[in-house]
């Protein structure tokens, strides 16, 4: 190093050798852009078979209409990740509600995904008739069977989607919607099942493998104040996976002024666990006041999988 900075250096003292702007050009194209796994900015996401992301935002709402002409005809609309409703001309509603992420499951082939939707109301499914109408069970529910590109039974028309069929269990309650719609891209490998929070059972800042809002990038709203010198992590982990999580570290900006040092088992490499999570104290000292706040990015290496990473958001504004 020390010869080839010599050669670099033997030309005119105050002119920069274009040889290292080059290389200095290449080093910065080079440092990896760290993406934070965030959670997606609406509830219309889920994973694929090998825990990848799969981010359904954009088609939130999205409608796909079917018209069944049977003895009676009826028409039932799927609206994306909200809702599905069966109209039939007498105005009968069926009716099921999209309600979180939990409701949008990974498939298994030909089914891609599951959406499931609860909390409705099927004609056949009344348990009780009152005057007031209808209640129905808690088992009523539509199931939306996803198949990313085209139907199992025919080719569909239209290139937004649609949907392919439909069957009743009349007995169970349920509807099977069979829909056909060009899948978002796969994202991130998402080490699901992990939880970052402030207390031991608590997931604030890492959910599911995805970083909560707040943490994402700096919030002020999210910060700690400047008298606080340190704040404790607790890290959980599938117990069967725990093996794949690796020591954490850190990244600091701006770099000075903001003295961190990480501590307890979570800072050693201790496996985290359900049953016992590891603690990770994120102890900081300000060195120089700042008006606006220190970032403080820490990064969880997890072996075969995207880091989990989140920024602490921390204020030097007095001490
Ligand atoms: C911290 O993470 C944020 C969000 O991904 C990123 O924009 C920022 O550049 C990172 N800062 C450092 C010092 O790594």
Redesign the pocket.
């Known amino acids: 190093m020390l010869l080839k900075w010599k050669a670099f250096s033997s030309g005119p003292v105050n002119a920069i050798h274009p040889f290292i702007l080059v290389l200095l050009g290449i080093v910065y194209v080079c440092i990896p852009a760290?993406?934070?796994v965030a959670v997606p900015s609406s509830n219309c996401y889920t994973f694929d078979s090998d825990s990848h992301l799969v981010d359904f935002t954009h088609m939130v709402g999205t409608n796909f209409e079917y018209n069944e002409k049977g003895s009676i005809s009826t028409d039932l609309v799927v609206q994306l990740c909200k809702d599905v409703q069966r109209r039939s001309q007498a105005g009968f509603i069926d009716f099921g509600r999209f309600t979180s992420p939990r409701s949008f499951l990974t498939g298994s082939k030909p089914v891609d995904y599951i959406q499931m939707f609860q909390n409705g109301d099927l004609a056949k499914c009344e348990t009780t008739f009152e005057e007031m109408g209808r209640t129905a069970q808690v088992c009523s529910n539509f199931d939306v069977n996803i198949i990313c590109g085209r139907c199992s039974n025919k080719v569909c028309k239209d290139e937004d989607g649609c949907i392919c069929s439909i069957s009743y269990d009349e007995r169970m309650c349920r509807v099977v919607v069979e829909l056909s719609i060009p899948c978002a891209k796969s994202g991130p490998r998402v080490f699901k099942g992990f939880t970052v929070g402030f207390h031991p059972r608590s997931s604030e800042v890492v959910y599911n493998g995805l970083t909560q809002l707040g943490f994402e990038?700096p919030h002020h709203g999210f910060s700690f104040p400047s008298e606080q010198i340190h704040v404790s992590l607790y890290l959980s982990a599938m117990s069967s996976l725990s093996v794949l999580v690796g020591q954490p570290t850190f990244?600091?900006?701006p770099t000075k002024g903001l003295g961190v040092m990480l501590t307890g088992s979570g800072a050693n490499g201790a496996k985290p666990t359900v049953l016992s999570p590891t603690v990770l104290n994120v102890n900081w000292i300000c060195e120089i006041t700042r008006s606006s706040p220190y970032?403080v990015?820490v990064s969880i290496p997890v072996a075969g999988y995207d880091p989990i990473e989140f920024?602490l958001t921390k204020e030097c504004g007095w001490f």
């Open positions: 760290t993406a934070i990038q990244r600091v900006n970032e990015n920024t």
